[in-house]
């Protein structure tokens, strides 16, 4: 009875344990994922608001120029020859500042960042010379290329005389940061405001130091994880005008600093660059690890920037057309002051072979020029980050323009850069690995000993009740058979006489010591 009363104790123990185990694979998830998510809320005065408002990572600005060798040559017709000159880099800062928090679960901000060159690991000093496209005496051209004849003549006589010529020498500062250029100033009072440049000044970079991008208003996720950090509002507008359908306007994703937690390899991720005008997907790429934190890297699809014949969703963007350009480029010129700003991945990467063979120099390598970010599953944190684009200019053929008469029609790499971070703060390091790794570790923990030492009781107890129950013959799940019960039945012994002991106070009369007799 009282082994009966223990095999039952032991079984209701093993079936507890194996609903714990469900549990633990319904729940623990759940639990964790709640945790974590309380944690990541954007609120004023945590760790968390301080970590996003002053981020502790220090991402780098890597500007890598195309040197032209041949610019005579190509005037002449050939193919440019194009010598990559870097990395020229700069280490940024970065600070949220005038931020502000709504009722609706938002927090507005502008991002102001600092660049700081570092001679350490650059290829040379600012002070590098540099010969490319002078681009704004093409940018000129290009916004006259339409009109009557009478005006391109007198676009030719006024660059004839400000001694404008195709190609330009500066120094690298010079790109970066700015140089006056004559044009541009004559330009004020000529070009409409909606297409001119806002500045004396042309650089890739005129002032953007210690600028910002603009104003974002994002969720904080206080009543939705789900749109954690995502953008409700970018200057004040939810959505851009310069695109031909609503779908193509939308201001979807985030600024990329952070995503929405819970990623999947199904997930499809959005970062809005407003240099881009647009919202540029994510899809899962492979998996990866850093610093022991398993992570999953994105890039955008290889059909982002295809023609409309591969993917028809893309004739939104094609204001300018048709023909649209396509094929692995991006036209951008409606929101860059009609500038002819075509984007592309460095090097041509993804983008139609004909951009390539249409000058020397360029090598496309998905390892350098694609453009990445690995993301913690769990929270949507950035591991490591690597935005890289390439500057082109589309040239266009105006013969009635003397000084732009011999350029030729061609996408015209100018340079390209990559801006990201390749590694993380060992504080920020250690917290991703405990949101990451730990829950993990405790789970996979808690379903073997509920689930192992559950079924071990469970078979246990079961074998044990059919043992005795069928007289199995089982050492120590049956109690009618030993060890030494079994052991005689295998080696034919027979079991040892039970002792009977003798009566006292009595005897047989009928019985002598000698049986013989007995009946003589």
């Keep these: ?74 005037l002449s017709g050939e193919k440019p020859v194009l010598q990559e000159v870097g990395p020229y880099c700069y280490r940024e800062h970065w600070e949220k500042v005038n931020v502000a928090f709504h009722d609706n679960g938002t927090v507005s901000y502008e991002t102001q960042k600092h660049y700081y060159f570092e001679r350490e690991i650059s290829v040379g000093s600012e002070d590098d010379i540099i010969t490319t496209l002078n681009i704004p005496m093409v940018s000129a051209v290009s916004q006259w290329r339409f009109a009557q004849r009478l005006a391109k003549l007198a676009l030719s006589s006024m660059l004839e005389v400000l001694n404008e010529k195709p190609f330009v020498t500066h120094t690298v500062g010079e790109f970066m940061w700015g140089y006056d250029d004559p044009l541009l100033k004559i330009a004020k009072d000529i070009i409409p405001p909606d297409q001119r440049l806002p500045y004396d000044q042309f650089g890739f970079f005129i ?102 014949t591969v993917k028809p969703d893309n004739d939104c963007y094609c204001v300018g057309g048709p023909p649209c350009i396509g094929g692995g480029v991006f036209n951008i010129s409606i929101c860059k002051f009609g500038s002819p700003s075509i984007i592309s991945w460095p090097h041509f990467y993804q983008a139609d072979p004909k951009f390539l063979n249409a000058v020397d120099g360029l090598q496309p390598d998905a390892e350098k020029h694609a453009m990445y970010i690995d993301v913690s599953p769990r929270t949507g944190s950035p591991l490591r980050a690597q935005a890289r684009l390439q500057i082109n200019i589309a040239i266009p053929h105006v013969p009635e323009v003397k000084p732009a008469a011999r350029l030729r029609e061609i996408i015209f790499p100018v340079l390209w850069f990559e801006d990201g971070v390749s590694e993380l703060p060992a504080n920020i390091v250690e917290l991703l690995q405990f949101a990451e790794n730990v829950p ?81």
């Design 1 to 74: 009875m009282r082994r009966s009363i223990c095999a039952g104790c032991l079984g209701a123990l093993g079936l507890l344990l194996l609903i714990l185990g469900g549990i633990v694979v319904g729940l623990f998830e759940p639990f964790v994922n709640s945790f974590v998510y309380k944690e990541l809320v954007i609120r004023n005065g945590t760790d968390v608001y301080q970590t996003w408002k002053h981020p502790p990572v220090v991402p780098h600005l890597r500007i890598y120029f195309f040197n032209v060798t041949n610019k005579e040559e190509f």
């Design 207 to 308: 002032e953007k130091n210690g600028s910002n991008d603009g104003l974002f208003n994002v969720f904080t996720g206080v009543h939705d994880m789900t749109k954690y950090t995502t953008i409700d509002t970018f200057n004040r507008e939810q959505e851009l005008s310069f695109w031909k359908t609503d779908e193509c306007n939308q201001i979807k994703g985030t600024d990329g600093s952070s995503f929405p937690p819970g990623v999947t390899e199904d997930t499809v991720l959005y970062m809005f660059n407003e240099n881009l005008c647009r919202s540029i997907p994510l899809t899962f790429w492979h998996d990866i690890e850093e610093d022991g934190i398993l992570g999953m890297r994105f890039s955008p699809p290889i059909d982002v920037f295809a023609n409309t």
């Design 440 to 520: 993990a570790v405790v789970k996979s923990s808690l379903l073997m000993a509920f689930f192992i030492i559950g079924a071990i009781l469970v078979v246990a107890v079961g074998v044990s009740l059919l043992a005795e129950y069928f007289n199995l013959p089982i050492p120590f799940l049956n109690p009618n058979y030993s060890i030494e019960t079994i052991e005689g039945k295998m080696n034919n012994t027979p079991p040892t006489p039970t002792h009977k002991p003798e009566l006292t106070g009595h005897t047989n009369t009928m019985v002598s010591e000698n049986p013989d007799n007995d009946f003589a």
